[in-house]
């Protein structure tokens, strides 16, 4: 079990409501997250979004995702994107993996115009960062309910900020507490701190770790020095008086994911699919990560799916039970992916896509 530390912060200037590819883009992000957890035995991992350039017609937003893994050579560096390469065969032998996600990811970036790079040192870390551009969408409604299922702290001395953050809460349908300072453990996840509030940063820091566990917004332009740590790691800084839209957008990014903001996504997809023959599939692949994100996938498409993570269980598996399709990770320690299927081919008297 690994204990990393993910911090995402997001530009209050970058609209939510954008025209764009997507389903690509979320490719793109769940394979450079995958390759940061994957790459990253301790530390952490950042995702960081924010705006360009800012048109009335258009935007782009620069996405970097950062991690403190074992980094990547200079030599590497410069063939990293290239399908079916890694960087040494003891990166294989110790993480697996086809050396396609980069190549993939490359190619999705390229497709919907723009260009992922790199910068990294062995030993430190990786920093992969793509600029996508956008159209802002028409008329996009002006507010939309935020989902906090347990409610957002407010904690200010300022009775009058406290008043406007509240009365603008509940528009967004988000309950909320108030306190004038940080006393105590928060029952919360998400808090906004006004940075002229006394701190009491051993109450939102964790001891050992150094770092915050909390989606943590900071309202104030100049947070005073005893927040010079909690603002590196918080979501988002605002000034003083915030802008509601700016904060709206902020929070919007924040939100936890529940089945109500994936319901009516899930539903309509549903809906689509509902003709067509649900296939049972046998995913095979050693990264956990993967298999959770095709597993779920393939599942919220209408198949049914069963998930082994080696070659032999592949072989096992295929020997005891037919399937329809195989999704087979080329390059797996032991037995890889053209192991199993030269097997399979050879010994089976079934066919299997």
């Known amino acids: 079990m690994k204990n990393l530390q993910l911090f995402r912060q997001f530009d209050p200037d970058c609209p939510y409501h954008l025209v764009g590819d997507e389903p690509h883009l979320r490719q793109v992000l769940v394979n450079?997250?995958?390759?940061?957890?994957?790459?990253?035995?301790?530390?952490?991992?950042?995702?960081r979004i924010s705006a360009d350039q800012v048109h009335p017609a258009r935007i782009a937003l620069r996405i970097e995702?950062?991690?403190?893994?074992?980094?990547?050579?200079?030599?590497?560096?410069?063939?990293i994107f290239e399908p079916f390469r890694q960087?040494?065969?003891?990166?294989?032998?110790?993480?697996?993996?086809?050396?396609?996600?980069?190549n993939i990811a490359k190619q999705l970036t390229e497709h919907m115009g723009s260009k992922?790079?790199?910068?990294?040192?062995?030993?430190?870390?990786s920093t992969f960062t793509l600029r996508l551009p956008f159209e802002r969408q028409d008329n996009p409604p002006r507010y939309e309910t935020l989902h906090f299922p347990d409610g957002i702290?407010?904690?200010?001395?300022?009775?009058?900020?406290?008043?406007?953050?509240k009365s603008w809460l509940k528009k967004w349908g988000v309950n909320c507490s108030m306190q004038a300072e940080i006393s105590s453990p928060v029952s919360t996840s998400s808090v906004i701190i006004d940075s002229r509030s006394p701190p009491h940063p051993e109450v939102i820091l964790d001891s050992q770790s150094g770092h915050t566990t909390l989606e943590v917004i900071l309202l104030g332009s100049e947070p005073s020095p005893d927040f010079e740590i909690l603002s590196a790691q918080c979501a988002g800084v605002l000034p003083i008086p915030f802008d509601p839209e700016q904060l709206h957008t902020l929070l919007h990014s924040l939100q936890p994911i529940t089945s109500d903001l994936t319901g009516g996504v899930m539903e309509a997809t549903r809906t689509q699919l509902s003709n067509r023959k649900a296939l049972r599939i046998l995913?095979?692949?050693?990264?956990?990560?993967?298999?959770?994100?095709?597993?779920?996938?393939?599942?919220?498409?209408?198949?049914?799916?069963?998930?082994?993570?080696d070659g032999k269980?592949?072989?096992?598996?295929?020997?005891?039970?037919?399937?329809?399709?195989?999704?087979v990770d080329m390059m797996m320690p032991g037995l890889s992916g053209l192991d199993v299927i030269k097997f399979f081919r050879e010994t089976s008297e079934s066919s299997i896509s």
Request: aromatic content about 4%; overall charge negative; charged content about 20%.
């Open 32 to 47: 450079l997250f995958s390759n940061a957890v994957k790459f990253t035995q301790q530390g952490e991992i950042h995702i």
């Open 65 to 79: 995702v950062s991690d403190t893994g074992i980094g990547i050579s200079e030599e590497a560096q410069r063939y």
């Open 87 to 102: 960087e040494d065969e003891d990166i294989t032998r110790r993480f697996g993996g086809s050396g396609l996600g980069m």
């Open 116 to 125: 992922l790079s790199v910068a990294s040192v062995q030993g430190q870390g």
């Open 153 to 165: 702290l407010i904690v200010s001395q300022d009775n009058h900020l406290t008043d406007q953050l």
């Open 283 to 309: 995913v095979v692949d050693d990264n956990k990560i993967n298999q959770l994100v095709t597993g779920n996938t393939l599942e919220r498409a209408g198949h049914q799916v069963t998930v082994v993570d």
């Open 313 to 327: 269980s592949a072989i096992d598996t295929l020997q005891s039970d037919r399937f329809d399709l195989a999704i």
